[in-house]
C-alpha cells in the first residue's frame, strides 16, 4: 500500500505564498505520476497540478502563471509553490499519485491539507 503524506499548508494572506510538500512510500510498487488536487466547500475536486515521471506538466487555468508544480524523485516528493495566493484558492489540498503516466493522477490520495487566504 502506498502512503502518501502531505505537508504544508496554513493560514496566509491574500498575496502571499505557500509551499506544499508530499512524500509517498511507495516501495514495490513504482510511482509514476504525481500532482495536486483541491476541494473548496460546497464545489467538486478539481485538478490543481500534475506532473509526470519525464516532467511534463499541467495546471488549471486558475492556476497558471502562480503555482509551480515539482519533483525530487529522490526524496519521493512532489511540491506544488503557490504565489500570489487568492482567497479563491482557499480550500482542502489532495495530493495523489499514480503508476500510469499521465496527467491525471488518482490511484493513491493523501489525506488533505487545508489552505486557507484571507482577504
Known amino acids: 500500500q502506498v502512503q502518501l503524506v502531505e505537508s504544508g499548508g496554513g493560514l496566509v494572506q491574500a498575496g502571499g505564498s505557500l509551499r506544499l510538500s508530499c512524500a509517498h512510500s511507495?516501495?514495490?510498487?513504482?510511482?509514476?505520476?504525481m500532482g495536486w488536487y483541491r476541494q473548496a466547500p460546497e464545489k467538486q475536486r478539481e485538478l490543481v497540478a500534475a506532473?509526470?515521471?519525464?516532467?511534463?506538466?499541467d495546471y488549471a487555468d486558475s492556476v497558471k502563471g502562480r503555482f509551480t508544480i515539482s519533483r525530487d524523485n529522490t526524496k519521493n516528493t512532489v511540491y506544488l509553490q503557490m504565489n500570489s495566493l487568492k482567497p479563491e484558492d482557499t480550500a482542502v489540498y489532495y495530493c495523489?499519485?499514480?503508476?500510469?503516466?499521465?496527467?491525471?493522477?488518482?490511484?493513491?490520495w493523501g489525506q488533505g491539507t487545508q489552505v486557507t487566504v484571507s482577504s
Open positions: 495523489a499519485a499514480s503508476l500510469a503516466d499521465w496527467l491525471l493522477p488518482g490511484d493513491y
Open positions: 511507495a516501495s514495490i510498487f513504482r510511482i509514476q505520476s
Open positions: 506532473i509526470t515521471s519525464g516532467g511534463s506538466t
